[in-house]
Nanobody, 127 residues
Framework: QVQLVESGGGLVQAGGSLRLSCVAS????????MGWFRQAPGKERDVVAA????????YYADSVKGRFVISRDNAKKMVYLQMNSLQPEDTAVYYC????????????????????WGQGTQVTVSS
């Protein structure tokens, strides 16, 4: 069992930056691929970025490539999402998710592939 708690959301002006953090409970955090997803009102939950258990493979949605960076610290059981050059269209609730995976290949990107979810943190970007 893994419990996830996100933090770091808030209100920021367009062009600004935020860093989201997600802390995990459980003994085997390093066995999990991790993902950040977001969901805007009236829209589906979509992947933003994902990272393999080792951190060696990452995935970014086209809309955030070059602006967002996902990273993890297995010793601290943390995963991060550095978000730069934020735009109003980035406004959403951001969720951290975990998926049991020993693969070092590109991590999963579909919400249904993830086993555990945090409660979400609101990110609002004003124009």
């Amino acid at each position: 069992q893994v419990q996830l708690v996100e933090s770091g959301g808030g209100l920021v002006q367009a062009g600004g930056s935020l860093r989201l953090s997600c802390v995990a409970s459980g003994r085997t955090f390093s066995n999990y691929a991790m993902g950040w997803f977001r969901q805007a009102p009236g829209k589906e939950r979509d992947v933003v970025a994902a990272i393999s258990w080792s951190g060696g493979s990452t995935y970014y949605a086209d809309s955030v490539k070059g602006r967002f960076v996902i990273s993890r610290d297995n010793a601290k059981k943390m995963v991060y999402l550095q978000m730069n050059s934020l735009q109003p269209e980035d406004t959403a609730v951001y969720y951290c998710a975990a998926r049991w995976s020993s693969s070092s290949r590109t991590p999963a990107t579909e919400p249904a592939q993830y086993d555990y979810w945090g409660q979400g943190t609101q990110v609002t970007v004003s124009s």
